[in-house]
């Protein structure tokens, strides 16, 4: 079993940042996957990055290259979203989410593990 909780989520104005964080506990692998998704209400699930932990590679979603940024901190089984240039597109629930394989699938939905979210909230 693995856990997962997010944090920082909160209200901000457009073009302002904000910084996500994703605790990992439990049995974790060596290697792993995660991702962080959001959704607005009345639309899908996406997912905006995924990052390899333990590894260099990381995705972007095209609606968020350039401004989001994925990272890690592979001792302390923490993952990072920093968010800049917020706007009020970017408005949702935030959520990390677990797999061991498949680190580069941003289409897909089918994550082993997920956290419970924190709300991010643009304003114009």
């Known amino acids: 079993q693995v856990q997962l909780a997010e944090s920082g989520g909160g209200s901000v104005q457009a073009g302002g940042s904000l910084r996500l964080s994703c605790a990992a506990s439990?049995?974790?692998?060596?290697?792993?996957?995660v991702a962080w998704f959001r959704q607005a209400p009345g639309k899908e699930r996406e997912a905006v990055a995924i990052?390899?932990?333990?590894?260099?590679?990381?995705v972007y979603a095209d609606s968020v290259k350039g401004r989001f940024t994925i990272s890690q901190d592979y001792p302390k089984r923490m993952i990072y979203l920093q968010m800049n240039g917020l706007g009020p597109e970017d408005t949702a629930m935030y959520s990390c989410?677990?797999?061991?394989?498949?680190?580069?699938?941003?289409?897909?939905?089918?994550?082993?593990?997920w956290g419970q979210g924190t709300q991010v909230t643009v304003s114009s």
């Open positions: 989410a677990y797999r061991t394989r498949g680190c580069s699938d941003l289409g897909s939905t089918a994550w082993t593990y």
């Open positions: 439990g049995y974790t692998s060596a290697y792993y996957c």
């Open positions: 990052i390899h932990v333990g590894g260099t590679n990381t």
